[in-house]
Nanobody, 125 residues
């Protein structure tokens, strides 16, 4: 199993930046270098939605249209860590952000086999 722990959330004004980190550990952590790592978010009353995903090669990535050009996902396989740099934040970016591990390169919730506990991001106007 893989355990994921997010950090870096907080309260920021619109236009500001935050950097989220997600560190993986556990008996199966050595295998996640072969998997896709991603970020999702969930706001109250809404379903969990895809934000960004990065393939195992560390170069191929995809983003939700709502964050493209503002957010950047990256990964450090040596540290078993995935990051999400969030710039020019908007109030609509508010939510709980979850990191994820998927065996396939996908933004679908159903393909995720491990989730972090989530970190709150609040953007004030």
């Amino acid at each position: 199993q893989v355990q994921l722990v997010e950090s870096g959330g907080g309260l920021v004004q619109a236009g500001g930046s935050l950097r989220l980190s997600c560190a993986a550990s556990g008996r199966s952590v050595s295998f996640i270098s072969r998997d896709s790592l991603g970020w999702f978010r969930q706001s109250p009353g809404k379903e969990r939605e895809f934000v960004a995903v990065m393939a195992s090669d560390g170069r191929t990535s995809d983003y939700a249209d709502s964050v493209r050009g503002r957010f950047t996902i990256s990964r450090d396989n040596a540290k078993n860590t995935v990051y999400l740099q969030m710039n020019n934040l908007k109030p609509s970016d508010t939510g709980v952000y979850y990191c994820s591990v998927s065996a396939v390169y996908s933004g679908a919730v159903g393909n995720v086999y491990s989730w972090g506990q989530g970190t709150q991001v609040t953007v004030s106007s």
